[in-house]
């Protein structure tokens, strides 16, 4: 990346603030004029020269290691709680402490981010699932499985939220969508990659010597992000004045575009997280077994990495909204077919093409709330974001679990194709043109 003139190039995370020139200063001053009080200027939205490939490749690739360990150490921490002997509501208790703390921490992340930006949030993240991984490993008990999956839970919620503000500081409007889609695209794999090499390393070497294997990818995570070679984009343009001007923690809600991108992407997260839940429940009212239950769920899982690895080549070709509106009525459409699907073949294809819906939103919408966030404010909504998805994540299976108790899971299938539709039917908001300034 080109540095500013008069600069050398630093190795590392420093961050570079270019001054910005006051296009007043331009007019030059007659003799005898009088003075003339000019109006304060207006806040202005700086904008940072875009990371090169490589730069967002890099930092990808640090969130990717560091998933492979938040991933891999859920599996870890269950079974070892199981294999020492803990209760089931301990289990899920500790299952629970994943999301939840991110879930309440994450708007105030996200504000973190904003004024500070990303340097100190990555390293902390990083040193959390670090010492997340390692506390249980040396000392064996549920007091310290708690404390690694809160530790783990809030340094990847610290280490996602620097790498999605990296990219939408370090990329322009064109590029943000493409790039977001390379981060899902990676996510994919580590969310694959991690319960995997737990389960591998629990079998061979036992469930404390698996936890330090999963301390491996956020130590190189650490090591790469200390070495990185590429300037950062600086703090949000004017963030200490927008801090100042922040108010209550869901304030964000008051703005029309942002609370369009809530309810869509609330929409898309509950029919992703309603089918990890139903289908398992739904097979096993068909009397099917566990590894054709597997082989649906599969099918969704499988189809989220084609669509991800796809996106970014046809994000060029189709607007986000666009995506969105399309993508929901897809889910709808699946959802509205699922009562009616008893076969597994009919299953296996509903879930495919669910997944291929509900995983090619993502990258869109988390470039759509970068795009419409207030100035100094685009990780606080980030985060924001992120408290509603881990919410539905917590929320929803406890919510669809007390109705398919009275009613069963098919008129759930229908209900929630329904709400689908109603969100699906809603016209792309109008953008105010300040709103599609490059950020």
Sequence with gaps: MACPPGASPQKGLAQVVPEAADPRSASPATPGDAPVSLPPAPP???VDAPLPRGGVLTFCGITVLNHVAQTGSRVAVTLAALAWGMSAFQVGMLSAL????????????????????????????????????AAPAIYPAWQTLAFASCAIGVGFMLQQLAAQALIGRGATTDQRTTYFAWMALGLAVSGFAGPLMAGFAIDAMGHRAALVTMIVTPLFALWWL???PYRLPRPAANASTATARKGPRFDLLRDRLLRRCIWANLLLAGAWDFHAFAIPVYGTYLGLSATTIGLILACFGSAIFVIRVILPLIRGRIPPWTLVRASTWIAAAVYLALPFADQVPMLMVLSFILGLAVGSCQ????????????????????????AVVLGSQ?????????????????????????????????????????????R
């Excluded at 981010?113 to 670090?130: C, E, K």
């Design 363 to 386: 990258p869109s919408m988390l470039a759509l709330m970068y795009q419409y966030a207030p100035p100094g404010r685009a990780t606080e909504a980030l985060g924001l974001r992120m």
């Design 98 to 133: 994943y999301a939840l703390l991110p879930m309440l921490l994450s708007i105030t992340a996200g504000r973190w981010v904003d004024r500070t930006g990303v340097q100190q949030p990555s390293r902390i993240g990083t040193y959390l699932i670090i010492a997340g991984v």
């Design 226 to 228: 200390r070495e990185q």
């Design 394 to 438: 917590v929320g929803m299976p406890l919510l669809f679990g007390a109705l398919a108790t009275g009613v069963g899971v098919a008129p759930l299938f229908g209900a929630m194709g329904v709400l689908l539709v109603v969100g699906a039917l809603q016209r792309p908001p109008v953008v105010p043109a300040d709103r599609l300034l490059e």
């Design 44 to 46: 202005s939205v700086q």
